[in-house]
């Protein structure tokens, strides 16, 4: 009887196949996922709602605003306004009106805006009154696109929110 080397070899092979095959397999989903998690928390352009587990734990706020701002009837006009120097130096306004169409005056305004494609870059300003119901503040706008304005008004014991979506351009003549 000789030993024949060849057949330990060809079954050496076929024995680290299949492991073989899984592990690389395992080591590419590994790799996949770190990657994964490196854009998702590196790129400005993947973001989440900040304190998103808080909003849904407090649902039945969100709902009693709502209905707080059916029964008030107030309607929220936006204008992007080109009265500044700068080039991307605007004026956001917003148009407060009650349910009969009269102006919400001696009301706080209060912004939040972001676009939507970096909804990370938040930014929260105040708005003034300039009479007629109408309450405006400087905004630069770095970048054109859809943007999202969160208005929050102020009156009294009143509380009115509404989410304007518009899209901006940096350039007037487009608006």
């Known amino acids: 009887m000789s030993d024949d080397p060849a057949p330990k070899v060809g079954r ?3 024995h680290w196949f299949w492991p073989g095959l899984i592990l690389s397999l395992l080591g590419i989903q590994i790799l996949l996922m770190l ?3 490196f854009v998702a928390t590196r790129d400005d352009s993947f973001s989440t709602e900040p304190d998103y587990y808080q909003k849904g734990l407090h649902w039945n706020e969100t709902a009693a605003q709502l209905r707080e701002n059916s029964r008030l009837g107030w309607t929220g006009a936006l204008k992007v306004l080109d009265e500044s120097k700068a080039g991307t130096d605007r004026i956001v306004e917003l148009a407060l009106r009650d349910a009969s169409g009269q102006p919400v005056d ?3 305004v209060v912004v939040l805006a972001f ?5 990370q870059d938040r930014r929260t300003a105040g708005l003034k009154s300039v009479g007629g119901g109408r309450y405006r503040t400087p905004w630069r706008f770095d970048r054109q696109g859809v943007w999202e304005f969160r ?3 102020y009156r009294g014991s009143d509380t009115f929110t509404q989410t304007i979506v518009r899209e901006v351009f940096l350039t007037p003549d487009k608006q």
């Open 12 to 14: 050496s092979r076929s």
């Open 35 to 37: 990657v994964m998690v």
């Open 106 to 108: 001696a009301a706080s």
């Open 115 to 119: 676009p939507h494609v970096r909804g």
């Open 151 to 153: 208005f929050t008004a």
